[in-house]
């Protein structure tokens, strides 16, 4: 079993709605969490922190299920602009060395 | 806040030949600085992660090599390329607790490489 997986997708969504995307790890250990956002041929870039209690950003929510080991990105009133891949991280070890999953593929439609 | 420099951008090189990366931070001191690897269609898979000046651990076994001359450099090497080196290098620094970031790896732009 990898360590981080997420369904690839891609999802092709409309303008305007809500897509939510999950990912789930193997170590019950594990500490921190977050969502990284990838643009094509872009490097990684920090779309938020999850955290036990649940955060929103905006549009973005994100939530941690320790029981179920697996953490959620929901992505509401979705923007052309939201089409990228989204990667699930990680820090297993608490030593700030992460896994990322492969990512999520995420089209919005016009 | 922290900026990561690569270059070069993009490289093509011929199999066999050797490989220079190279990686600067600016903002930040004795940061933990990390090198991945992207194959097309893949995840991120980390090759090295460094701690301190000439302190490197290698998480795959194959033919790169990695340096840490200076507290703010991180080089990746190659004394010979091989085709399954193709990839997109990229390099991380972990960035904690200042300026109001969230503590996690931020990336510089990444180095593209295509061996033919």
């Known amino acids: 079993r990898k360590e981080v997986e997420q369904d690839p997708g891609p999802f092709n969504v409309p303008e305007g709605a809500t897509v939510a995307f999950n990912c789930t790890y193997s170590?019950?250990?594990?500490?921190?969490f977050f969502w990284y956002r990838q643009d094509c041929r872009k490097e990684p870039k920090l779309l938020m922190s999850v955290y036990s209690s649940g955060n929103e950003d905006g549009r973005f929510t994100a939530q941690l299920n320790r029981a179920s080991q697996y953490i959620s990105l929901l992505i509401r009133d979705s923007k052309l602009s939201d089409s990228a891949t989204y990667l699930c991280v990680v820090d297993s070890s608490g030593t700030y060395k992460y896994i990322f999953g492969t990512g999520t593929r995420l089209k919005v439609l016009a | 806040s922290q900026t990561i420099h690569q270059w070069p951008a993009t490289l093509v090189q011929p199999v066999g030949s050797p490989l220079s990366l190279e990686c600067t931070v600016e903002?930040?001191?004795?940061?933990?600085l990390y090198w991945y690897r992207q194959a097309a269609g893949r995840g991120l898979q980390l090759l090295f992660y460094?701690?301190?000046?000439?302190?490197i651990s290698s998480e795959v076994p194959q033919n790169l090599s990695a340096s840490r001359p200076q507290d703010r450099q991180f080089i990746l090497s190659s004394k010979k390329l091989l085709l399954s080196d193709s990839g997109f290098y990229l390099c991380?620094?972990?960035?904690?607790?200042?300026?109001?970031?969230?503590?996690?790896?931020?990336f510089g732009p990444g180095t593209r490489l295509t061996v033919l």
């Open positions: 991380a620094c972990y960035h904690s607790g200042t300026s109001g970031n969230t503590d996690t790896q931020y």
């Open positions: 170590n019950s250990a594990s500490q921190s």
């Open positions: 460094s701690v301190g000046i000439g302190q």
């Open positions: 903002g930040t001191s004795n940061p933990n």
